[in-house]
Structure formats: structure tokens, C-alpha cells
């Protein structure tokens, strides 16, 4: 068996590679290494920073919003009151505005305005939301709507480093392909008079 079929022989040297060390591509510009090293800090920057983002702000709403249900669940309470009369006009919703009286937890009497079920027959028991100084209100504000708040809040931080990441490389890259294409301009400028000359005679 020749040396030339050897399996043990040498064979050739691969491409861009020589002494097991790799020869840098001649054809790879300045512009291809700055795009490629930039465009690796940005995928860094983006799986760092989306994660950190989304929960430091959704966090932050979170916490926010729960000592806004404390807050509002230490000033309202749930009392029943009767609907003493009721005021003309209906909302589109079908509901109507009723003058209501109950009594708070430190006995006093207190009455108010607020919207009913049309028809609600007057003397008919509701539940409703008071304040401590007595003003009806909203129901205070659940822990279900602080998490609802908080997972919002994270998941627009993350749509915003996503998108941030999106506009840079994008914008990254036009500059770039401008910068080529004058490049690419200013060589065939002066290339191109030496080339076409090989065809006149």
C-alpha cells in the first residue's frame, strides 16, 4: 500500500486553518468584526437585561399596588344600607341613582347617593363601600388586581428591552450597510476605469 493512500498519511491542510490555529478570513472586513462583536453584546444585554427588567419592575408595581390595597382595605369597609328614595334618570347600563342610609361602626347614621338596579324597590337592602368619614367608594383595590398590576408592569419592561434590542441592532446595521455601500462607491471608482479599459482596443 502507497503512502498516498495511508490511512495514516497526512491529508490536506482545511481551509483558514494552519498549524491548528485559525488564519483570519481575508474577505471579513472591519465592519463584519464590529457588527459581530456588537451584535454579541447586544444578545448579552438582552438576556441579562430582560430578565433583571421584568422582575425589578414587576416587582416594584407589585409592592406599590399592595400597599395601595392595605391602605385602601384599612380606610373602606363593606356595610349594608337601605335605599331610602330613589332620583330620576337611568344610565345607559340600566342602573339608576338611589338615595341610601346605614349606620357605621360607631353608630352613627350616615346616607349617601349611589347607583342601584333600576326597578330596586325602595325600602331593599344593598351592599355598598364606605369610607371612615363616611363618602361611599369603589371596593379597595384586591391583592388579585396588585398581582394582575405587577406581572403588566414586568411583562411591558420586557416588550421594551426586547424592542430596545430590536431598534439597536436595526439601527446598528443601517449605519453599517451605509458605510459599505461608500466604500463599495468609492473602490468601484477607482476600479472601475482600470477594468472597462481591458475592453477597448
Not at 490511512?7 to 483558514?16: K, R, S, V, Y
Not at 344610565?91 to 333600576?118: C, H, I, L, M, P
Not at 436595526?170 to 459599505?180: G, K, S, Y
Amino acid at each position: 500500500m502507497s503512502a498516498q493512500n495511508s490511512p495514516d498519511a497526512p491529508g490536506p491542510t482545511p481551509l483558514g486553518h494552519e498549524h491548528g490555529s485559525r488564519v483570519a478570513n481575508p474577505l471579513r472586513r472591519t465592519s463584519d468584526r464590529f457588527e459581530s462583536w456588537f451584535r454579541g453584546l447586544l444578545m448579552l444585554v438582552l438576556a441579562l437585561g430582560l430578565p433583571v427588567a421584568a422582575l425589578s419592575a414587576g416587582t416594584t408595581a407589585y409592592e406599590s399596588s399592595m400597599r395601595t390595597v392595605q391602605a385602601q382595605s384599612a380606610d373602606r369597609e363593606e356595610v349594608t344600607a337601605r335605599l331610602t328614595s330613589n332620583v330620576k334618570g337611568i344610565t345607559t347600563d340600566g342602573k339608576q341613582q338611589a338615595q341610601v342610609r346605614w349606620t357605621d361602626d360607631n353608630g352613627t347614621e350616615r346616607t349617601g347617593t349611589t347607583f342601584v338596579e333600576s326597578g330596586t324597590p325602595v325600602g331593599a337592602t344593598v351592599r355598598l363601600w364606605a369610607a371612615r368619614d363616611g363618602s361611599l367608594t369603589s371596593p379597595p383595590m384586591s391583592e388579585f388586581n396588585a398581582t394582575t398590576t405587577g406581572w403588566f408592569v414586568g411583562g411591558t419592561a420586557a416588550i421594551g428591552v426586547a424592542a430596545g434590542f430590536f431598534a439597536a441592532r436595526a439601527a446598528m446595521r443601517h449605519v453599517l450597510d451605509r458605510r459599505r455601500y461608500a466604500q463599495w462607491d468609492a473602490e468601484w471608482d477607482r476600479v472601475e476605469p482600470v477594468w472597462s479599459a481591458r475592453f477597448r482596443r
